[in-house]
């Protein structure tokens, strides 16, 4: 009977060892993988040390079991240490339930600070790009204005974006909308943006250079990126531009709406005041036709673009009509275009607002 007692707790102690050793050995290699993501790992390192000791401890009774075994001999004072060994391995038990549990709080709250950093990591990332989606008011030497409007969807960043440069007293502008809403959209934007603008500032054809944002979206692998853009270049009085599916800019004399010549031609020289699309929007064909027009902006004039969020939030959502919309920005209010309408439509904004109004200061 004596050799068949201390035969299994051979066997028991055996497993037990092997049972925290390997507890050891996990506990340490998740302290390296916590360590190599650069966080503190010492309750781990800690509960792979007890473990061990464990472990260790429970080895070294294995033999002497497996000697009484052998043996088949007991003295009182065997059966005391096998007894009080007991309340031991139940306190190590304890102590290594505790520690994991300790353990697992410790990861959930590294998991938890991870994902609040990621979440404060991509609130800059969305407020950066979402100011460089923007564009600032710009004045050359010779009082040529650009000034812009630029509100994104409130709690998102969105698609909609502005562009500005000047170079003595030539100007590039550029205005767009990609399709989407959140910091894909607005990194897509950001991107468009970048690459016609730059494309226009090198000296390529403002055809062209949309031609080239086209191929940029068209390479996008979700298949799904579309956009409507408009680009120009103003200098020497010329106003140079290509739209991409773009809504219509408007040419306005002193807050009147004027008349374009349809391809190349003077303001004024017959046509419905607009300068509508020059070829589709990019992103749908592969190879699109865009054409670069040219109108002569005499003094005073002024050139209105802007995407479709501005009728959206004011007009459909805000219950103004677009044609009141456009009046006020006509008649001189588009600086204040955001303040005065606001206070009509108290809501949060839905969708992006941007706008540009280029300015040829009267003579004399």
Excluded: C
């Excluded at 030539?170 to 894909?184: N, Q, S």
């Excluded at 800019?249 to 391809?263: E, F, K, Q, Y």
């Excluded at 606001?342 to 839905?350: D, F």
């Amino acid at each position: 009977m004596n050799r068949v007692l201390f035969s299994l707790a051979a066997v028991g102690f055996l497993a037990g060892s092997v049972s925290w050793l390997a507890g050891a050995r996990r506990a340490y290699h998740r302290a390296v993988a916590v360590e190599r993501r650069g966080l503190q790992a010492a309750q781990w390192r800690s509960l792979a040390a007890k473990d061990g000791l464990a472990g260790a401890l429970l080895l070294s009774l294995v033999p002497l079991l497996v000697a009484k075994t052998i043996e088949g001999r007991t003295a009182p004072a065997d059966w005391f240490w096998l007894v009080a060994v007991v309340p031991l391995l139940a306190s190590l038990a304890w102590i290594r339930r505790f520690h994991r549990l300790a353990g697992l709080i410790e990861t959930e709250a590294d998991y938890a600070q991870q994902q609040r950093e990621r979440a404060h990591q991509e609130a800059e990332l969305a407020s950066t790009v979402a100011t460089r989606l923007g564009a600032e008011n710009l004045e050359t030497p010779g009082g040529v204005l650009l000034r812009t409007l630029f509100h994104p969807a409130e709690g998102v960043v969105g698609g909609d974006f502005l562009g500005t440069a000047t170079a003595g007293e030539v100007v590039w502008f550029v205005i767009g909308d990609v399709t989407g809403h959140g910091l894909e959209a607005a990194v897509k934007a950001l991107r468009l943006k970048d690459l016609v603008l730059t494309a226009a500032l090198a000296g390529m054809r403002l055809g062209d250079a949309l031609a080239l944002g086209n191929a940029l979206l068209w390479a996008d692998p979700s298949g799904e990126a579309l956009a409507t853009v408009f680009v120009a270049r103003y200098g020497e009085g010329v106003l140079r531009y290509a739209n991409a599916g773009h809504l219509p800019g408007h040419l306005l004399n002193d807050g009147t709406a004027t008349a374009t010549a349809g391809g190349d031609g003077d303001a004024g020289g017959g046509g419905d005041g607009q300068l509508s699309p020059t070829g589709p929007l990019l992103g749908l064909v592969e190879h699109p036709v865009i054409e670069e027009r040219e109108v002569a902006l005499a003094p005073g004039f002024r050139v209105l673009v802007y995407t479709d969020g501005l009728l959206e939030a004011y007009g459909r959502l805000g219950g103004l009509g677009d044609r009141e919309v456009l009046g006020l920005v006509v008649q001189g209010e588009f600086a204040l275009l955001h303040e005065r309408l606001n206070a009509r439509r108290p809501e949060p904004l839905r969708d992006d607002i941007a706008a540009i109004e280029f300015i040829v200061p009267a003579a004399g």
